[in-house]
T-cell receptor, first 112, second 115 residues
Framework: GQSLEQPSEVTAVEGAIVQINCTYQ??????LSWYQQHDGGAPTFLSY????GLEETGRFSSFLSRSDSYGYLLLQELQMKDSASYFC?????????????FGTGTQLKVEL | DTAVSQTPKYLVTQMGNDKSIKCEQN?????MYWYKQDSKKFLKIMFS???????INETVPNRFSPKSPDKAHLNLHINSLELGDSAVYFC??????????????FGEGSRLTVL
């Protein structure tokens, strides 16, 4: 099976940088995705790492290291609107890519 | 235009009743999903359909019956509702699974409360 563990909560101040980690145990997967979900809203896609290394999309960057079974989402220049839940997710080979499996989720609180 | 739309947004019903949630996507995707999000915000896949065919059934009780009349629609019917079915149900879609881009497009969710 697959399990993806994330810290349950992270708190940071506006303007700061925060890193949300994702450690996983899985037999093999196509890539690591990150999603953002505001309270009462839908999960929305942020980034995807098919290969090891860093992917940058504006203020957000995502990193994957398959050898360390580890990834993270880096949020820079934090804004109040970044307060949300963040989920890592993988599409395992066993599901043929049709079974995106989500992590436990991290609640990010941005304070003034 | 809403890409993935699901109805109703809210459902409140009694134990033992039967209810349905409908989902439609106008993105031209060939794969659709149902996810359940519990009170701890854990998102768990229930079903995945590709071109109207069921490809993933994640050991969901057979009280849950998905139906895909065409590749743009995926409905979920739930029989004999139980208290533990209370959750937010999300429909999602993608083109060809999540292998290339890891991106699913989610609907706004249907919050089901069973009393």
């Amino acid at each position: 099976g697959q399990s993806l563990e994330q810290p349950s909560e992270v708190t940071a101040v506006e303007g700061a940088i925060v890193q949300i980690n994702c450690t996983y145990q899985t037999s093999g997967f196509y890539g690591l995705s990150w999603y953002q979900q505001h309270d009462g809203g839908a999960p929305t896609f942020l980034s995807y790492n098919a290969l090891d290394g860093l992917e940058e999309t504006g203020r957000f960057s995502s990193f994957l290291s398959r050898s360390d079974s580890y990834g993270y989402l880096l949020l820079q220049e934090l804004q109040m609107k970044d307060s949300a839940s963040y989920f890592c997710a993988v599409a395992p080979y066993t599901g043929g890519g049709n079974k995106l499996t989500f992590g436990t989720g991290t609640q990010l609180k941005v304070e003034l | 235009d809403t890409a993935v739309s699901q109805t109703p947004k809210y459902l409140v019903t009694q134990m033992g009743n039967d209810k349905s949630i409908k989902c439609e996507q106008n993105l031209g995707h060939d794969t659709m999903y149902w996810y359940k999000q519990d009170s701890k915000k854990f998102l768990k896949i229930m079903f995945s359909y590709n071109n109207k065919e069921l490809i993933i059934n994640e050991t969901v009780p057979n009280r849950f019956s998905p139906k895909s009349p065409d590749k743009a629609h995926l409905n979920l019917h739930i029989n004999s509702l139980e208290l533990g079915d209370s959750a937010v149900y999300f429909c999602a879609s993608s083109q060809g699974g999540a292998t290339n881009t890891g991106e699913l497009f989610f609907g706004e969710g249907s919050r089901l409360t069973v009393l």
